[in-house]
């Protein structure tokens, strides 16, 4: 079972640190990664659950990407689309392994 209050304090502590020696952006396009389980996963499945929620999506090797946003760039907004994203892709066998700030 995936353990949500971990994964919600890697985030708020990641701001932390961060935010001492970083100027963040107010709002910036978020980029969360998921590694995929399975060799043969179902691609195109949880791609098309991702853009349902707003999420544009891309993948290389065995690493999604979720791209939302512009968003707040606040510890709680980002780990609220980190969470539903999350939520969207266990089912599918993708796993979190972070998130950076779109810099294009």
Do not use: C
């Amino acid at each position: 079972m995936h353990n949500f209050q971990e994964q919600r304090a890697d985030t708020f502590e990641t701001f932390a640190k961060v935010g001492r020696g970083v100027k963040l952006p107010k709002t910036a396009v978020v980029v969360y990664e998921f590694v995929a389980e399975e060799v043969d996963t179902a691609w195109a499945a949880v791609e098309k659950a991702l853009r349902a929620k707003g999420f544009k999506t891309s993948h290389a090797g065995d690493v999604l990407q979720a791209r939302i946003g512009p968003i707040a760039i606040d510890a709680e907004t980002v780990w609220q689309w980190e969470r539903a994203a999350t939520e969207i892709v266990l089912p599918f066998e993708f796993y979190p392994d972070g998130w950076e700030l779109d810099d294009a």
